[in-house]
């Protein structure tokens, strides 16, 4: 698959089969993520793989009740370890380069996910605090995105996208 390809052609999958997802699969797009770029080569990220329905609920519901993560066979929550980048970059890598780094290997386990023919969406909505207390995260780690993974049950529409010349600039704005 040509990675222009499933950069244009991948979409937020939120309705799912009922088909199990394997080990291997969660384990190739955990891989795919973890090789994204990170300031310092910090890798500040930390992934939780859940499939536990009574889990999956809770999500959902601290998710502003988005239903269709529950419904998903897995879901994978990207964390950021704010610790490891402010240790070296101090405020701006708590408040920013953790972030851009999850936020890469977030892009990455997306683009996985359709290559190896799975749905995901990347689910930013949610109610920190009750992500947090749900998966018993240490203080220095900050849920980042919510991922259910798992067999798409829909075609989502291509979506538009703004042309070039309104979003390029040369030189400045």
Not at 24 to 48: H, T
Not at 149 to 157: H, K, L, N, R
Request: hydrophobic share 40%.
């Amino acid at each position: 698959m040509d990675v222009f390809e499933a950069i244009k052609e991948r979409r937020s999958i939120r309705k799912f089969t009922n088909h199990e997802i394997s080990t291997e699969q969660v384990e190739r797009l955990i891989e795919a993520a973890r090789w994204a770029p990170s300031a310092g080569n910090i890798q500040p990220w930390e992934f939780i793989i859940i499939r536990k329905p009574e889990i999956k609920k809770k999500l959902a519901e601290a998710a502003l009740n988005q239903s269709f993560i529950e419904e998903a066979p897995v879901v994978i929550v990207v964390c950021a370890d704010v610790s490891r980048s402010a240790q070296r970059y101090g405020d701006r890598g708590k408040a920013l380069y953790c972030l851009q780094d999850t936020g890469a290997a977030t892009q990455n386990l997306l683009l996985a996910s359709y290559y190896l023919g799975l749905g995901s969406c990347w689910v930013g909505s949610f109610r920190e605090d009750e992500i947090r207390d749900t998966l018993v995260l240490p203080e220095e780690v900050r849920p980042v995105a919510i991922i259910p993974v798992g067999q798409s049950d829909e075609t989502p529409p291509q979506r538009r996208r703004r042309p070039i010349n309104e979003i390029t600039h040369y030189e400045t704005w």
